[in-house]
């Protein structure tokens, strides 16, 4: 068991609405990414934060932000959802964002579907 | 930038039959190469890594710069190996991935 816990599994949310997303990534962890996977196609990295500062960013728009909290959880803000925001949101946690031997953990993800 | 192609959506073999999955990267550095697995209802999770050179579950993958590829094989391939599988590439200043669009892989009894 990898310990990265996401909430909520699914949701439905209506076109210009708002979503948050919130990650608990795994003990010890300071570094958590957000990833947005559409149906057929692997994960995409939205953004990832190293002791709560966003320290890079995939191609995603501003309305795409995050949180990082003193204890490492996380959140993932979508404003002025569109229907093509549809996807599963992946968090994925890791010791150091820098190092690149340290092993990416996922979580089950939070499936959002925009109406 | 940075791009993984797998170039099968869908793979089929039959059980004890020898499985390769595709995967070609484009990258000008020096790459840092994952497979990872999801298996049915289940998360997300590390198959293997080039820089570890290991064997798991019977996979292995070479790296091979001369052909950008990173191919994962069995020899002998088994029902439970039935999963979706992505290759990754770690790149950037946050050391994100970069995934391929996957290739199901269905062991038929």
């Known amino acids: 068991e990898t310990g990265v816990t996401q909430s909520p599994t699914h949701l439905i949310k209506t076109r210009g609405q708002q979503v948050t997303l919130r990650c608990s990534s795994q003990?010890?962890?300071?570094?958590v990414s957000w990833y947005q996977q559409a149906l057929g196609q692997g994960p995409q990295f939205i953004f990832q934060?190293?002791?709560?500062?966003?320290?890079g960013r995939g191609n995603f728009p501003p309305r795409f932000s995050g949180l990082q909290f003193p204890n490492y959880s996380s959140e993932l803000n979508v404003n002025a959802l569109e229907l093509d925001d549809s996807a599963l949101y992946l968090c994925?946690?890791?010791?150091?964002?820098?190092?690149?031997?340290?092993?990416?953990?996922f979580g089950e993800g939070s499936w959002l579907t925009v109406v | 930038a940075q791009r993984v192609t797998q170039p099968e959506k869908l793979l089929s073999v039959f059980k004890g039959a020898p499985v390769e999955l595709k995967c070609n990267y484009s990258?000008?550095?020096?790459?840092?190469l994952f497979w990872y697995v999801q298996y049915s209802r289940q998360r997300l999770q590390l198959l293997l890594r080039?820089?570890s050179r290991e064997s798991i579950k019977g996979f292995t993958a070479d790296l091979n710069k001369g052909e950008t590829s990173f191919h994962l094989k069995k020899p002998f391939a088994q029902e439970e190996d039935s999963a979706m599988y992505y290759c990754?590439?770690?790149?950037?200043?946050?050391?994100?991935?970069?995934f391929g669009s996957g290739t199901q892989l269905t062991v038929l009894p």
């Open positions: 990754a590439l770690r790149s950037g200043s946050a050391r994100q991935l970069t």
């Open positions: 934060y190293y002791r709560e500062e966003e320290n």
């Open positions: 003990s010890g962890h300071n570094t």
């Open positions: 990258y000008s550095g020096s790459p840092e």
């Open positions: 994925a946690s890791s010791l150091a964002g820098a190092s690149s031997g340290n092993t990416i953990y």
């Open positions: 080039h820089i």
